[in-house]
């Protein structure tokens, strides 16, 4: 589901959001990969940082897949922006469960992402979630495009930026 009435992106523009929700199986989470590569074509990033975030977003499916409640859904939310490519997966979880962050798996997640973060938290926190306090482990990524990473950006219009004390 395509959706162009979220909120405005960080520069301003309405970003494009793009909603996945797969069975947690090994023979459906190719397509979430599938999808991100696309986008990433679509967007112009190079050929490894397309790799990259191939990779990235089947290591946090597996990852949310290993952890997930039942036969629980994972939802992927996919937002372009000038900059980049945000992306939030979750999936429905057992209270107190955490998204381990220890293990080969997180380091290469957080190797091939340029900002990563798990944690837990509700349906009503995530994107896509249906409002009430159900427990879910959320995996939440930025792929930025060359040259458009935030700290690169910051007095980018040629301002010199202080602050007071």
Known sequence: ??????????????????????PTTPTQLPAVRAM???LAIRMDYDLDSV???RLAVDEACATLAAI?????????????????????AWVPTADGTEVPRDGFGWAVLATLADNVDG?????G??????????????????KYLPG????????????DLSVAQ
């Open 1 to 22: 589901m395509a959706d162009t009435r979220g909120a405005l992106a960080q520069d301003g523009r309405r970003a494009e959001r793009l909603e996945l929700r797969v």
């Open 36 to 38: 991100a590569g696309d």
């Open 51 to 53: 790799e990259d975030l």
């Open 68 to 88: 997930a409640l039942g036969d629980a859904p994972l939802t992927v939310v996919f937002e372009t922006t000038r900059t980049g490519l945000h992306i939030d």
């Open 119 to 123: 944690r837990p938290a509700t349906q």
């Open 125 to 142: 926190d995530v994107p896509a979630g249906d409002g009430s306090g159900s427990a879910v482990a959320v995996i939440s990524m930025d």
């Open 148 to 159: 458009q990473r935030p700290e690169q950006l910051v007095g980018s219009a040629g301002s």
